[in-house]
């Protein structure tokens, strides 16, 4: 995978923590919604989607950068 590294299995070892780590945390939280979304109508999902997007949108406009960015170096 990464021939012209010395030590690859410390760049895979990590890469592999760190997408473990997503997908444990993600699972957990998509696990917990579900006591919430168990229920709904159709009509209740789309409006909870626009709820978030117009919540999502306000963020955007409003506040600097969050999360993880590329920086142009």
């Given amino acids: 995978m990464f021939p012209l590294c010395s030590e ?3 760049v895979k070892t990590f890469i592999n923590e760190i997408e473990r780590r997503l997908f ?3 699972h957990r939280e998509l696990f917990c919604w579900t006591d919430e ?3 709904m109508t159709m009509e209740d ?3 909870l989607e626009n709820a978030t997007k117009d ?3 306000e963020q955007r406009r409003s506040s600097q950068l969050r999360g993880l ?3 142009d170096s």
């Fill in 45 to 47: 999902i789309r409006e």
């Fill in 69 to 71: 960015a590329l920086k």
């Fill in 8 to 10: 690859p299995s410390f």
């Fill in 37 to 39: 979304w168990y229920g």
């Fill in 24 to 26: 444990t945390i993600f």
């Fill in 55 to 57: 919540e999502l949108d």
